[in-house]
């Protein structure tokens, strides 16, 4: 299973991105899907996860910032990231777990400074 991220950027504080992440190759099913990040010189941190029923769950630092969605036809998970602030700046991992495997895709940066 390759994870592919992508949508990352610097953009300036209270913006907003949205990252993309899509899995691909062999697997059977995926079920959770989440966002990681690893600010710099720090270690890497949960941000959301959804389940493959819609069932999602945040961090409190992003709740009602961030949206964590999927599209399970296209085995893609998105993060939806509004009134950011210089603290979410990071690079951002996503993660699929597939038959009791946990996967991780490349890092996306993001930037958030004036």
């Known amino acids: 299973v390759q994870l592919q991220a992508s949508g990352g950027g610097l953009v300036q504080p209270g913006g907003s991105l949205r990252l993309s992440c899509a899995a691909s190759g062999s697997m059977f099913s995926i079920g959770y899907m989440g966002w990681y990040r690893q600010p710099p010189g720090k270690q890497r941190d949960y941000v959301a996860q959804i389940t493959p029923s819609g069932l999602t769950n945040y961090a409190g630092s992003v709740k009602g910032r961030f949206t964590i969605s999927r599209d399970n036809a296209k085995n893609t998970v998105y993060l939806q990231m509004n009134s950011l602030k210089p603290e979410d700046t990071a690079v951002y991992y996503c993660?699929?777990?597939?038959?009791?495997?946990?996967?991780w895709g490349n890092g996306t940066q993001v930037t958030v400074s004036s």
């Open positions: 993660n699929a777990m597939s038959m009791g495997v946990s996967y």
